[in-house]
Protein backbone atom coordinates (compact mmCIF):
# COMPACT_ATOMS: atom_id res chain seq x y z
CA UNK A 1 0.00 0.00 0.00
CA UNK A 2 2.80 2.46 0.61
CA UNK A 3 3.56 4.40 -2.39
CA UNK A 4 3.36 7.67 -4.42
CA UNK A 5 0.23 8.09 -5.30
CA UNK A 6 -1.43 10.52 -7.91
CA UNK A 7 -4.24 12.94 -6.29
CA UNK A 8 -7.55 13.69 -8.78
CA UNK A 9 -10.27 15.15 -6.65
CA UNK A 10 -8.47 17.02 -3.68
CA UNK A 11 -5.45 17.95 -5.84
CA UNK A 12 -6.25 21.92 -5.52
CA UNK A 13 -5.80 21.55 -1.58
CA UNK A 14 -3.62 18.87 -1.45
CA UNK A 15 -1.48 19.24 -5.22
CA UNK A 16 -1.47 16.41 -7.71
CA UNK A 17 0.84 13.95 -5.82
CA UNK A 18 0.67 12.14 -2.29
CA UNK A 19 3.26 9.76 -0.20
CA UNK A 20 1.46 7.05 1.74
CA UNK A 21 3.34 5.60 4.30
CA UNK A 22 3.35 3.52 7.55
CA UNK A 23 4.62 4.19 10.66
CA UNK A 24 4.12 2.24 14.10
CA UNK A 25 4.28 2.90 17.54
CA UNK A 26 5.05 0.08 20.17
CA UNK A 27 3.43 0.42 24.22
CA UNK A 28 4.39 -2.76 26.20
CA UNK A 29 3.24 -5.67 23.72
CA UNK A 30 0.84 -3.33 21.29
CA UNK A 31 1.53 -2.23 18.23
CA UNK A 32 -0.27 0.59 16.78
CA UNK A 33 -0.06 1.16 13.12
CA UNK A 34 -0.60 4.67 11.52
CA UNK A 35 -0.79 5.61 7.77
CA UNK A 36 0.89 9.17 7.13
CA UNK A 37 0.02 11.07 3.91
CA UNK A 38 2.78 13.69 2.96
CA UNK A 39 1.78 16.11 -0.03
CA UNK A 40 3.91 18.77 -1.62
CA UNK A 41 1.95 21.91 -0.84
CA UNK A 42 2.20 23.76 2.55
CA UNK A 43 3.89 20.86 4.10
CA UNK A 44 0.92 18.89 4.69
CA UNK A 45 0.50 15.36 6.21
CA UNK A 46 -1.95 13.18 7.39
CA UNK A 47 -2.10 11.32 10.14
CA UNK A 48 -4.44 7.77 10.07
CA UNK A 49 -5.08 4.95 11.97
CA UNK A 50 -6.64 1.91 10.24
CA UNK A 51 -10.30 0.32 11.32
CA UNK A 52 -11.97 -2.45 9.94
CA UNK A 53 -15.72 -1.41 9.54
CA UNK A 54 -18.35 -3.94 7.92
CA UNK A 55 -16.48 -5.07 4.77
CA UNK A 56 -13.68 -2.56 4.55
CA UNK A 57 -11.14 -0.82 6.19
CA UNK A 58 -11.61 2.95 7.06
CA UNK A 59 -8.52 5.44 8.07
CA UNK A 60 -9.61 7.68 9.80
CA UNK A 61 -7.94 10.66 11.43
CA UNK A 62 -7.10 14.10 10.63
CA UNK A 63 -4.49 16.67 8.30
CA UNK A 64 -2.85 19.28 8.72
CA UNK A 65 -0.96 21.98 7.26
CA UNK A 66 2.07 23.14 8.95
CA UNK A 67 3.18 26.34 7.40
CA UNK A 68 -0.24 27.86 8.76
CA UNK A 69 -3.12 26.71 11.03
CA UNK A 70 -4.98 25.05 8.57
CA UNK A 71 -6.19 21.48 9.56
CA UNK A 72 -9.25 19.10 9.04
CA UNK A 73 -10.81 15.42 9.77
CA UNK A 74 -10.56 12.56 6.77
CA UNK A 75 -12.33 9.68 6.55
CA UNK A 76 -10.82 7.10 3.50
CA UNK A 77 -11.47 4.08 2.55
CA UNK A 78 -9.41 1.05 0.45
CA UNK A 79 -10.61 0.64 -2.96
CA UNK A 80 -8.75 -1.13 -5.85
CA UNK A 81 -9.85 -0.86 -9.66
CA UNK A 82 -10.66 -4.07 -10.83
CA UNK A 83 -11.10 -3.88 -15.18
CA UNK A 84 -11.71 -0.40 -14.77
CA UNK A 85 -14.57 -0.83 -12.24
CA UNK A 86 -14.09 0.42 -8.31
CA UNK A 87 -14.59 -2.07 -5.86
CA UNK A 88 -13.81 -2.53 -2.08
CA UNK A 89 -10.19 -3.73 -1.81
CA UNK A 90 -10.47 -7.71 -0.91
CA UNK A 91 -6.94 -7.80 0.77
CA UNK A 92 -4.62 -8.66 -2.06
CA UNK A 93 -4.27 -7.34 -5.61
CA UNK A 94 -4.69 -8.87 -9.23
CA UNK A 95 -2.33 -8.28 -12.08
CA UNK A 96 -3.96 -5.25 -13.34
CA UNK A 97 -5.81 -3.89 -10.69
CA UNK A 98 -4.93 -0.96 -9.36
CA UNK A 99 -5.02 0.79 -4.96
CA UNK A 100 -7.24 3.47 -4.45
CA UNK A 101 -8.10 5.28 -1.40
CA UNK A 102 -10.83 7.76 -1.13
CA UNK A 103 -13.09 9.52 0.87
CA UNK A 104 -13.85 12.38 2.54
CA UNK A 105 -12.29 15.41 4.12
CA UNK A 106 -13.41 18.53 5.88
CA UNK A 107 -11.53 21.76 6.34
CA UNK A 108 -12.98 24.78 7.63
CA UNK A 109 -16.21 23.36 8.61
CA UNK A 110 -16.14 19.83 10.79
CA UNK A 111 -18.05 18.30 8.07
CA UNK A 112 -16.28 15.91 5.62
CA UNK A 113 -18.02 17.21 2.29
CA UNK A 114 -14.93 17.15 0.68
CA UNK A 115 -13.69 14.02 -2.00
CA UNK A 116 -10.44 13.08 -1.86
CA UNK A 117 -8.94 10.51 -4.04
CA UNK A 118 -5.83 8.97 -3.80
CA UNK A 119 -4.64 6.14 -6.91
CA UNK A 120 -1.41 4.18 -6.68
CA UNK A 121 0.91 5.48 -8.99
CA UNK A 122 4.76 3.99 -7.86
CA UNK A 123 6.25 2.59 -5.49
CA UNK A 124 8.65 4.96 -3.13
CA UNK A 125 11.93 5.82 -3.84
CA UNK A 126 13.97 3.28 -2.10
CA UNK A 127 17.45 4.82 -1.75
CA UNK A 128 18.38 5.31 1.96
CA UNK A 129 17.73 8.81 3.15
CA UNK A 130 18.00 10.23 6.33
CA UNK A 131 14.68 12.59 7.37
CA UNK A 132 15.41 13.82 10.94
CA UNK A 133 13.11 15.89 12.60
CA UNK A 134 14.39 19.19 14.32
CA UNK A 135 13.63 19.33 18.57
CA UNK A 136 12.21 15.81 18.47
CA UNK A 137 9.85 16.01 15.67
CA UNK A 138 9.37 19.39 15.39
CA UNK A 139 8.93 23.65 16.47
CA UNK A 140 6.19 24.76 19.15
CA UNK A 141 5.74 27.19 16.81
CA UNK A 142 4.28 24.93 13.90
CA UNK A 143 1.53 24.41 15.96
CA UNK A 144 2.30 20.94 16.68
CA UNK A 145 0.22 18.58 18.70
CA UNK A 146 2.73 18.07 20.95
CA UNK A 147 5.51 20.20 22.48
CA UNK A 148 9.30 20.32 20.80
CA UNK A 149 11.43 18.33 22.89
CA UNK A 150 9.02 16.42 24.37
CA UNK A 151 8.32 12.62 25.26
CA UNK A 152 4.82 13.16 22.99
CA UNK A 153 6.36 14.52 20.07
CA UNK A 154 8.99 12.01 20.02
CA UNK A 155 6.17 9.22 19.67
CA UNK A 156 4.75 11.51 17.01
CA UNK A 157 8.01 12.26 14.82
CA UNK A 158 7.75 8.68 13.04
CA UNK A 159 4.62 9.58 11.38
CA UNK A 160 5.59 13.23 10.35
CA UNK A 161 7.70 11.12 8.46
CA UNK A 162 11.33 11.20 10.66
CA UNK A 163 12.91 8.40 10.46
CA UNK A 164 15.49 10.03 13.37
CA UNK A 165 15.50 12.73 15.57
CA UNK A 166 17.66 15.86 16.85
CA UNK A 167 17.35 16.58 20.23
CA UNK A 168 18.46 19.42 22.62
CA UNK A 169 20.46 18.89 25.36
CA UNK A 170 20.95 20.50 28.57
CA UNK A 171 22.10 20.19 32.57
CA UNK A 172 19.74 20.76 35.10
CA UNK A 173 21.31 22.62 38.75
CA UNK A 174 22.07 19.40 40.02
CA UNK A 175 23.36 17.93 36.69
CA UNK A 176 20.57 15.89 35.34
CA UNK A 177 20.34 16.16 31.31
CA UNK A 178 16.94 17.00 29.96
CA UNK A 179 15.38 18.41 26.63
CA UNK A 180 15.18 21.92 26.22
CA UNK A 181 15.84 24.48 23.56
CA UNK A 182 16.65 28.04 24.85
CA UNK A 183 18.55 29.75 26.85
CA UNK A 184 15.75 30.76 29.34
CA UNK A 185 12.50 29.58 30.55
CA UNK A 186 10.10 31.39 28.23
CA UNK A 187 6.25 31.60 27.39
CA UNK A 188 7.34 30.59 23.83
CA UNK A 189 8.46 26.86 24.64
CA UNK A 190 6.41 26.46 28.25
CA UNK A 191 3.07 27.44 30.47
CA UNK A 192 2.85 30.75 32.36
CA UNK A 193 4.27 29.55 35.81
CA UNK A 194 6.22 32.70 36.99
CA UNK A 195 9.97 31.22 36.73
CA UNK A 196 12.13 32.58 34.34
CA UNK A 197 15.87 32.48 33.50
CA UNK A 198 17.95 30.18 32.57
CA UNK A 199 16.65 26.19 33.08
CA UNK A 200 20.17 25.75 34.62
CA UNK A 201 19.55 27.66 37.47
CA UNK A 202 16.92 24.75 38.44
CA UNK A 203 17.06 21.35 39.83
CA UNK A 204 15.15 18.44 37.85
CA UNK A 205 12.92 17.80 41.03
CA UNK A 206 11.46 21.80 40.25
CA UNK A 207 11.64 21.65 37.00
CA UNK A 208 9.14 18.22 37.13
CA UNK A 209 7.22 19.76 39.68
CA UNK A 210 6.96 23.18 38.02
CA UNK A 211 7.38 23.82 34.95
CA UNK A 212 4.83 22.13 31.65
CA UNK A 213 5.62 22.89 28.23
CA UNK A 214 3.60 24.50 26.05
CA UNK A 215 1.06 21.58 25.51
CA UNK A 216 1.22 20.28 28.86
CA UNK A 217 3.95 17.85 29.27
CA UNK A 218 6.94 17.80 31.55
CA UNK A 219 10.55 18.65 30.30
CA UNK A 220 12.14 15.16 29.76
CA UNK A 221 15.30 13.54 30.94
CA UNK A 222 17.10 12.65 28.03
CA UNK A 223 17.45 9.00 29.32
CA UNK A 224 12.81 9.63 28.80
CA UNK A 225 14.06 10.42 25.76
CA UNK A 226 15.80 7.71 24.61
CA UNK A 227 13.59 5.09 26.31
CA UNK A 228 11.00 6.31 24.82
CA UNK A 229 12.99 6.02 21.53
CA UNK A 230 14.23 2.46 21.93
CA UNK A 231 10.87 1.25 23.30
CA UNK A 232 8.46 3.16 21.77
CA UNK A 233 9.43 3.83 18.18
CA UNK A 234 11.30 2.86 14.80
CA UNK A 235 13.19 5.76 14.66
CA UNK A 236 16.71 4.69 13.86
CA UNK A 237 18.69 8.27 14.93
CA UNK A 238 19.25 9.78 17.57
CA UNK A 239 21.46 13.42 17.13
CA UNK A 240 21.78 14.71 20.66
CA UNK A 241 22.84 18.72 20.16
CA UNK A 242 25.17 19.75 22.86
CA UNK A 243 23.05 22.90 24.41
CA UNK A 244 25.24 22.90 27.52
CA UNK A 245 29.20 23.97 28.55
CA UNK A 246 30.95 21.59 30.61
CA UNK A 247 31.65 17.95 31.03
CA UNK A 248 30.46 15.47 28.40
CA UNK A 249 31.09 11.79 30.25
CA UNK A 250 27.28 11.83 31.72
CA UNK A 251 25.89 12.15 28.06
CA UNK A 252 28.69 10.24 26.83
CA UNK A 253 27.35 7.37 29.38
CA UNK A 254 23.60 7.64 28.91
CA UNK A 255 24.35 7.19 24.78
CA UNK A 256 26.57 4.21 25.25
CA UNK A 257 23.87 2.59 27.70
CA UNK A 258 20.94 3.17 25.11
CA UNK A 259 22.97 2.12 22.20
CA UNK A 260 23.66 -1.03 24.42
CA UNK A 261 19.68 -1.28 25.06
CA UNK A 262 18.86 -0.70 21.41
CA UNK A 263 21.38 -3.64 20.56
CA UNK A 264 19.68 -5.95 23.25
CA UNK A 265 16.35 -4.91 21.32
CA UNK A 266 17.68 -5.96 18.32
CA UNK A 267 17.13 -1.84 17.12
CA UNK A 268 19.97 -0.75 14.93
CA UNK A 269 19.83 2.31 16.47
CA UNK A 270 22.36 5.26 16.08
CA UNK A 271 22.88 7.72 19.28
CA UNK A 272 24.94 10.67 18.15
CA UNK A 273 26.71 13.64 19.76
CA UNK A 274 26.32 16.83 18.03
CA UNK A 275 29.56 18.93 18.31
CA UNK A 276 27.71 23.03 17.11
CA UNK A 277 30.94 25.28 18.94
CA UNK A 278 34.53 24.78 19.64
CA UNK A 279 32.83 24.57 23.30
CA UNK A 280 31.74 21.49 22.72
CA UNK A 281 34.59 20.08 20.62
CA UNK A 282 36.69 20.62 23.65
CA UNK A 283 34.47 19.05 26.03
CA UNK A 284 34.47 16.34 23.67
CA UNK A 285 38.33 15.95 23.36
CA UNK A 286 38.26 16.64 27.37
CA UNK A 287 36.45 13.08 27.52
CA UNK A 288 39.12 10.14 28.96
CA UNK A 289 37.72 7.54 26.84
CA UNK A 290 36.30 8.24 23.34
CA UNK A 291 35.76 4.87 22.31
CA UNK A 292 32.29 3.68 20.81
CA UNK A 293 31.35 7.45 21.16
CA UNK A 294 30.31 8.42 17.81
CA UNK A 295 30.04 12.50 17.03
CA UNK A 296 28.50 14.17 14.46
CA UNK A 297 30.50 17.72 13.91
CA UNK A 298 28.99 20.79 12.31
CA UNK A 299 32.25 23.23 12.27
CA UNK A 300 34.10 22.97 9.19
CA UNK A 301 35.65 19.94 7.07
CA UNK A 302 39.64 20.10 9.04
CA UNK A 303 37.92 20.06 12.23
CA UNK A 304 35.50 17.11 11.15
CA UNK A 305 38.84 15.11 10.19
CA UNK A 306 40.55 15.58 13.27
CA UNK A 307 38.16 14.55 15.16
CA UNK A 308 37.90 11.81 13.69
CA UNK A 309 34.23 11.90 13.24
CA UNK A 310 31.85 9.89 11.05
CA UNK A 311 29.32 12.39 10.08
CA UNK A 312 29.80 15.98 8.94
CA UNK A 313 26.71 18.56 9.40
CA UNK A 314 27.09 21.95 7.58
CA UNK A 315 24.26 24.74 7.49
CA UNK A 316 22.00 24.60 4.60
CA UNK A 317 22.94 28.12 4.85
CA UNK A 318 26.31 27.23 2.91
CA UNK A 319 24.98 26.14 0.07
CA UNK A 320 25.54 22.23 -1.54
CA UNK A 321 28.99 22.20 -1.09
CA UNK A 322 29.21 19.39 -3.65
CA UNK A 323 32.79 19.53 -4.36
CA UNK A 324 33.34 18.99 -0.18
CA UNK A 325 30.63 16.91 0.09
CA UNK A 326 31.87 14.52 -2.31
CA UNK A 327 35.22 14.96 -1.03
CA UNK A 328 33.64 13.88 2.96
CA UNK A 329 31.73 10.83 1.52
CA UNK A 330 34.74 9.24 -0.24
CA UNK A 331 36.52 9.68 2.90
CA UNK A 332 33.70 7.33 4.23
CA UNK A 333 31.98 10.30 5.99
CA UNK A 334 28.10 10.45 6.11
CA UNK A 335 26.80 14.31 5.42
CA UNK A 336 23.64 15.88 6.77
CA UNK A 337 22.99 19.28 6.17
CA UNK A 338 20.50 21.78 8.93
CA UNK A 339 18.13 22.98 9.67
CA UNK A 340 16.76 23.24 6.48
CA UNK A 341 13.35 23.54 6.03
CA UNK A 342 12.30 25.99 2.68
CA UNK A 343 10.55 23.46 0.55
CA UNK A 344 11.64 24.62 -2.78
CA UNK A 345 15.09 24.21 -1.11
CA UNK A 346 14.54 20.98 0.17
CA UNK A 347 13.70 20.06 -2.94
CA UNK A 348 16.71 21.20 -4.79
CA UNK A 349 18.57 19.58 -2.17
CA UNK A 350 17.37 16.11 -2.62
CA UNK A 351 17.52 16.47 -6.53
CA UNK A 352 20.79 17.15 -6.64
CA UNK A 353 21.19 14.29 -4.30
CA UNK A 354 24.45 14.49 -2.64
CA UNK A 355 23.66 14.80 1.32
CA UNK A 356 22.55 11.27 2.81
CA UNK A 357 20.07 12.91 5.03
CA UNK A 358 18.29 16.35 5.65
CA UNK A 359 17.51 18.15 9.18
CA UNK A 360 14.22 19.96 9.17
CA UNK A 361 11.51 21.37 11.24
CA UNK A 362 9.21 20.03 8.23
CA UNK A 363 10.12 16.48 8.42
CA UNK A 364 6.78 15.95 5.99
CA UNK A 365 8.38 18.11 3.25
CA UNK A 366 11.73 15.92 3.08
CA UNK A 367 9.97 12.69 3.51
CA UNK A 368 7.16 14.02 0.43
CA UNK A 369 10.37 15.30 -1.68
CA UNK A 370 12.38 12.37 -0.49
CA UNK A 371 10.35 9.52 -1.47
CA UNK A 372 8.86 10.56 -4.79
CA UNK A 373 12.46 11.58 -6.11
CA UNK A 374 12.66 9.13 -9.29
CA UNK A 375 16.44 7.14 -9.17
CA UNK B 1 -14.79 61.93 -6.71
CA UNK B 2 -16.52 64.82 -5.34
CA UNK B 3 -19.21 62.87 -3.17
CA UNK B 4 -16.38 60.88 -2.05
CA UNK B 5 -14.74 64.03 -1.34
CA UNK B 6 -17.54 65.51 0.32
CA UNK B 7 -18.22 62.78 2.53
CA UNK B 8 -14.42 62.17 3.83
CA UNK B 9 -14.99 66.00 4.63
CA UNK B 10 -17.63 65.47 6.98
CA UNK B 11 -16.39 62.93 8.65
CA UNK B 12 -13.46 64.46 9.25
CA UNK B 13 -14.82 67.78 10.26
CA UNK B 14 -16.84 66.13 12.75
CA UNK B 15 -13.88 63.85 14.02
CA UNK B 16 -11.80 66.97 13.83
CA UNK B 17 -13.88 68.47 16.05
CA UNK B 18 -13.27 65.77 19.08
CA UNK B 19 -10.00 65.46 18.33
CA UNK B 20 -8.38 68.88 17.90
CA UNK B 21 -10.38 71.75 20.11
CA UNK B 22 -7.04 72.62 21.51
CA UNK B 23 -5.89 73.79 17.94
CA UNK B 24 -8.16 76.55 18.15
CA UNK B 25 -7.43 78.64 21.16
CA UNK B 26 -4.55 79.59 19.03
CA UNK B 27 -7.42 81.78 17.54
CA UNK B 28 -5.51 81.28 13.68
CA UNK B 29 -7.27 79.88 10.66
CA UNK B 30 -5.65 77.01 8.88
CA UNK B 31 -6.19 79.49 6.09
CA UNK B 32 -3.25 81.21 6.79
CA UNK B 33 -0.98 78.66 8.46
CA UNK B 34 2.30 78.77 6.63
CA UNK B 35 3.21 75.33 3.99
CA UNK B 36 5.61 73.05 6.52
CA UNK B 37 7.51 70.44 5.41
CA UNK B 38 6.93 66.55 5.78
CA UNK B 39 7.73 63.26 3.93
CA UNK B 40 4.70 61.36 5.25
CA UNK B 41 1.96 64.34 5.12
CA UNK B 42 -0.47 64.11 1.89
CA UNK B 43 0.28 66.91 0.24
CA UNK B 44 2.95 67.67 -2.59
CA UNK B 45 5.95 70.09 -2.02
CA UNK B 46 5.69 72.48 -5.14
CA UNK B 47 6.37 71.86 -8.78
CA UNK B 48 10.30 71.26 -9.02
CA UNK B 49 10.96 71.53 -4.99
CA UNK B 50 12.68 68.84 -3.22
CA UNK B 51 11.87 67.35 0.17
CA UNK B 52 14.43 65.15 1.95
CA UNK B 53 14.59 63.47 5.00
CA UNK B 54 17.08 60.92 6.71
CA UNK B 55 16.47 59.06 10.08
CA UNK B 56 16.40 55.55 11.03
CA UNK B 57 13.51 52.75 11.24
CA UNK B 58 13.98 49.86 14.10
CA UNK B 59 11.91 46.40 13.15
CA UNK B 60 11.45 44.58 16.12
CA UNK B 61 11.36 40.80 15.31
CA UNK B 62 8.16 38.81 15.51
CA UNK B 63 8.80 35.74 18.03
CA UNK B 64 7.92 33.21 15.71
CA UNK B 65 10.95 33.78 13.66
CA UNK B 66 13.66 34.97 16.16
CA UNK B 67 11.87 33.31 19.03
CA UNK B 68 13.55 34.08 22.62
CA UNK B 69 15.61 36.74 21.37
CA UNK B 70 13.63 39.96 20.33
CA UNK B 71 16.21 42.74 18.97
CA UNK B 72 15.18 46.06 17.43
CA UNK B 73 16.99 45.97 14.30
CA UNK B 74 18.11 49.24 13.49
CA UNK B 75 18.31 50.59 9.38
CA UNK B 76 19.20 53.73 7.64
CA UNK B 77 16.49 55.38 6.21
CA UNK B 78 16.45 58.52 3.36
CA UNK B 79 13.49 59.81 1.45
CA UNK B 80 13.48 62.20 -1.45
CA UNK B 81 10.27 63.39 -3.10
CA UNK B 82 10.11 65.35 -5.91
CA UNK B 83 6.62 68.12 -6.83
CA UNK B 84 5.62 67.35 -10.35
CA UNK B 85 2.57 69.15 -9.98
CA UNK B 86 0.44 70.74 -7.33
CA UNK B 87 -1.15 67.14 -6.82
CA UNK B 88 1.15 64.96 -8.20
CA UNK B 89 5.11 63.80 -6.46
CA UNK B 90 7.47 61.58 -7.34
CA UNK B 91 8.87 59.79 -3.38
CA UNK B 92 11.73 57.83 -3.15
CA UNK B 93 13.28 55.82 0.15
CA UNK B 94 16.29 54.04 0.55
CA UNK B 95 16.84 51.92 3.95
CA UNK B 96 19.92 50.20 4.45
CA UNK B 97 21.76 48.01 7.04
CA UNK B 98 24.80 47.49 4.68
CA UNK B 99 24.15 43.72 4.50
CA UNK B 100 21.18 44.44 3.47
CA UNK B 101 19.32 47.44 1.38
CA UNK B 102 15.79 48.60 -0.11
CA UNK B 103 15.31 51.15 -2.77
CA UNK B 104 11.73 52.36 -3.09
CA UNK B 105 10.22 54.49 -6.03
CA UNK B 106 6.28 55.72 -5.77
CA UNK B 107 4.22 58.10 -7.35
CA UNK B 108 1.70 59.89 -5.13
CA UNK B 109 -1.11 62.35 -5.86
CA UNK B 110 -2.10 64.28 -2.61
CA UNK B 111 -4.88 67.15 -2.18
CA UNK B 112 -6.38 68.95 0.19
CA UNK B 113 -10.13 67.83 1.15
CA UNK B 114 -10.32 70.65 4.31
CA UNK B 115 -8.43 73.43 5.05
CA UNK B 116 -6.72 70.84 8.11
CA UNK B 117 -7.93 67.22 6.07
CA UNK B 118 -5.42 66.06 3.15
CA UNK B 119 -5.67 63.20 1.17
CA UNK B 120 -2.94 60.89 -1.41
CA UNK B 121 -3.25 57.98 -3.01
CA UNK B 122 -0.09 56.35 -4.05
CA UNK B 123 1.72 53.57 -5.31
CA UNK B 124 5.77 52.28 -4.56
CA UNK B 125 7.71 49.56 -6.21
CA UNK B 126 10.53 48.77 -3.96
CA UNK B 127 13.33 46.70 -4.90
CA UNK B 128 15.82 44.64 -1.84
CA UNK B 129 19.13 43.22 -1.68
CA UNK B 130 20.64 41.46 0.78
CA UNK B 131 24.41 39.14 0.85
CA UNK B 132 25.56 37.57 3.78
CA UNK B 133 29.10 36.03 3.53
CA UNK B 134 29.79 34.31 7.22
CA UNK B 135 32.57 31.87 7.44
CA UNK B 136 30.78 28.51 8.11
CA UNK B 137 27.36 30.25 8.33
CA UNK B 138 26.41 31.75 5.38
CA UNK B 139 27.43 31.92 1.92
CA UNK B 140 23.61 33.49 0.80
CA UNK B 141 21.97 36.00 -0.98
CA UNK B 142 18.40 37.16 -1.94
CA UNK B 143 16.65 40.07 -3.61
CA UNK B 144 13.51 40.42 -4.48
CA UNK B 145 10.44 43.23 -5.85
CA UNK B 146 7.79 44.52 -3.86
CA UNK B 147 5.25 47.34 -4.55
CA UNK B 148 2.58 48.67 -2.23
CA UNK B 149 -0.47 50.34 -3.00
CA UNK B 150 -1.31 52.95 -0.26
CA UNK B 151 -3.56 55.50 0.74
CA UNK B 152 -2.77 58.46 3.14
CA UNK B 153 -4.92 60.51 5.06
CA UNK B 154 -3.20 63.83 6.98
CA UNK B 155 -4.51 66.01 9.39
CA UNK B 156 -3.18 69.59 10.40
CA UNK B 157 -4.00 68.39 14.41
CA UNK B 158 -2.61 72.41 15.17
CA UNK B 159 -0.59 75.23 13.39
CA UNK B 160 2.97 73.23 13.50
CA UNK B 161 1.72 69.32 14.60
CA UNK B 162 0.48 66.84 11.82
CA UNK B 163 -0.91 63.70 12.21
CA UNK B 164 -0.42 61.30 9.05
CA UNK B 165 -2.28 57.46 8.77
CA UNK B 166 -1.38 55.65 6.50
CA UNK B 167 -2.80 52.57 5.36
CA UNK B 168 -0.96 50.55 2.62
CA UNK B 169 -1.10 46.76 0.96
CA UNK B 170 1.67 44.88 0.74
CA UNK B 171 2.20 42.58 -2.32
CA UNK B 172 4.80 40.31 -3.36
CA UNK B 173 6.45 40.49 -7.30
CA UNK B 174 9.31 38.54 -7.39
CA UNK B 175 11.80 36.70 -4.77
CA UNK B 176 14.72 35.33 -5.69
CA UNK B 177 17.48 33.14 -2.96
CA UNK B 178 20.76 32.02 -3.42
CA UNK B 179 22.73 29.49 -1.40
CA UNK B 180 26.07 28.53 -2.20
CA UNK B 181 25.64 28.07 -6.35
CA UNK B 182 22.11 26.53 -5.80
CA UNK B 183 18.79 29.14 -6.17
CA UNK B 184 15.08 29.52 -6.07
CA UNK B 185 12.89 31.80 -7.44
CA UNK B 186 9.21 32.70 -6.43
CA UNK B 187 7.96 34.90 -9.50
CA UNK B 188 4.17 34.86 -8.41
CA UNK B 189 2.18 38.56 -7.73
CA UNK B 190 1.07 37.56 -4.00
CA UNK B 191 -0.44 39.38 -1.50
CA UNK B 192 2.16 39.59 1.18
CA UNK B 193 0.33 41.70 3.51
CA UNK B 194 -0.97 45.08 5.05
CA UNK B 195 0.63 47.66 6.94
CA UNK B 196 -0.68 51.13 9.01
CA UNK B 197 1.74 53.95 9.62
CA UNK B 198 0.79 56.85 12.41
CA UNK B 199 3.31 59.72 11.93
CA UNK B 200 3.43 63.37 13.93
CA UNK B 201 5.57 65.80 11.53
CA UNK B 202 6.38 69.00 13.67
CA UNK B 203 9.10 71.62 14.28
CA UNK B 204 12.21 70.33 16.24
CA UNK B 205 14.90 73.12 16.20
CA UNK B 206 16.58 75.72 13.65
CA UNK B 207 13.59 75.42 11.34
CA UNK B 208 14.44 72.21 11.04
CA UNK B 209 11.28 69.66 11.53
CA UNK B 210 10.84 65.67 11.96
CA UNK B 211 9.26 62.83 11.46
CA UNK B 212 8.06 60.45 14.28
CA UNK B 213 5.89 57.55 14.22
CA UNK B 214 5.17 53.55 14.76
CA UNK B 215 4.21 51.39 11.96
CA UNK B 216 2.44 48.31 11.87
CA UNK B 217 2.94 45.38 9.62
CA UNK B 218 1.10 42.07 9.71
CA UNK B 219 3.39 40.22 6.51
CA UNK B 220 4.16 36.85 5.58
CA UNK B 221 7.40 38.09 5.06
CA UNK B 222 9.48 41.14 5.70
CA UNK B 223 12.94 42.19 3.38
CA UNK B 224 14.63 42.80 6.51
CA UNK B 225 14.60 38.98 7.92
CA UNK B 226 15.27 37.81 4.74
CA UNK B 227 18.21 35.57 6.15
CA UNK B 228 16.06 33.76 8.55
CA UNK B 229 13.96 32.01 5.60
CA UNK B 230 10.63 32.40 7.16
CA UNK B 231 8.28 29.17 6.74
CA UNK B 232 5.28 30.66 7.80
CA UNK B 233 1.99 31.24 5.68
CA UNK B 234 0.51 33.24 8.29
CA UNK B 235 1.11 36.89 8.72
CA UNK B 236 3.70 38.06 11.15
CA UNK B 237 3.38 41.46 13.16
CA UNK B 238 6.30 43.76 12.11
CA UNK B 239 6.41 46.79 14.75
CA UNK B 240 8.39 49.44 13.60
CA UNK B 241 9.80 53.05 15.09
CA UNK B 242 10.17 55.75 12.39
CA UNK B 243 12.20 59.08 12.99
CA UNK B 244 13.43 61.36 10.59
CA UNK B 245 14.85 64.61 10.32
CA UNK B 246 13.23 66.60 7.70
CA UNK B 247 16.19 68.61 5.64
Known amino acids: MEGVYTVSNGASQFGDQAVLKWTYLFTGTDTTHYLSIFTGTDATYFNLEGTPEADSLVLKGYWRKLVNASIGEVRLILREKHNGKLQLFKGSLAPGDTLVVDGLYGDKSAALNNQLTLTYNRPLNPKPFSIMAHRSGGRTSDLLPASENSVEIIKLASRLGATGIEVDVRFTKDGVPVLYHDNTLNLRLIQKNGLTGPLEDYTYQQLSTLVRLINGEKIPTLEEALETVVNNTSLNFVWLDTKYIGPMDKVQAIQQKYRQKALLAGRNLRIIIGLPTTEAVDSYKALANKDNTPILCELDTSITRSLDARIWAPRWTLGPQTDEVLAMQAEGLTVFVWTLDEPEFIREFISQNHFDGILSNYSPVVAYYHYIEQQ | ?247
Open chain 2, 1 to 247: MVILRNIVARISQSVGLLVVVASFALGQSPESWPLQPGIYFPQAPLPGKWRKSVGAVFTTTPPELTEEVRVSVPAVDFNIQRGLTKHLFLASRFQTQFVQSNLGLGLRWATPLTNRLFLSAGYDVTGWLGALQIKDVFASEAYGVETFPSISMGYKLTRDLRLTVKSEAIIDLYYRSQVGNLAVVYNRRAINGFAFTFILEQPFYNQRHVSVGIRAAYSNFNWQLWSLYDTFDRNLFYPQLIFGFIL
